[in-house]
């Protein structure tokens, strides 16, 4: 006999709104800037979730891009990224970027990030409780205090085409 407490079957109901704007602008011949925004809205009415999770939550963040052109070979991209969320930790993010380009179709570039992953909703907050048999059971719980996993990334890389730009390398 097994039993499954609350039951799958029973309300689920998810509802989200999102809206994003980007606008880029080039103030001057040597720059060009992309600057974006976002935002999200989101219900969530599970039975397998734990009493304390909350229903609906917040998410927005807000990035500034900046690519400047430092003559016609060397091109610098520099990227910053804050995120703000209601049921998690703020989170900055960054990156840049470096590409030299010696020949035509021929570059060599560098480039260094930040990023992140909250935990999942379920993650933080699921709660099932599985009866086996006469008062035997398991239970799975989402931890609400979990912290964001983050990772730096650095990379270097070359890229060129050759024979008419039917082959290329990276």
């Excluded at 599970?46 to 900046?66: I, K, T, V």
């Excluded at 398991?138 to 990379?155: A, F, R």
């Amino acid at each position: 006999l097994m039993h499954l407490r609350p039951s799958l079957s029973s309300k689920t109901t998810e509802l989200a709104g999102e809206i994003q704007a980007q606008y880029t602008f080039d103030p001057a011949d040597w720059c060009k800037l992309i600057a974006g925004a976002d935002f999200r809205h989101y219900r969530i009415d599970l039975d397998l979730l734990r009493p304390d999770a909350p229903g609906s939550a917040n998410e927005g963040g807000g990035f500034l891009q900046a690519v400047l052109f430092a003559s016609d070979s060397l091109t610098f991209t520099l990227n910053a990224r804050y995120d703000s969320f209601q049921v998690a930790a703020d989170q900055w993010s960054g990156r840049g970027c470096l590409v030299y380009s010696f020949l035509d179709n021929h570059a060599l570039r560098a480039s260094w990030g930040t990023a992140f992953r909250n935990p999942s909703y379920l993650e933080s907050y699921m709660f099932l409780d599985y009866l086996i048999v006469m008062g035997a059971g398991i239970q799975v719980k989402g931890n609400p205090d979990l912290k964001p996993e983050s990772i730096s990334t650095y990379e270097a890389g070359y890229y060129g085409t050759f024979l008419k730009d039917r082959v290329s390398v990276q």
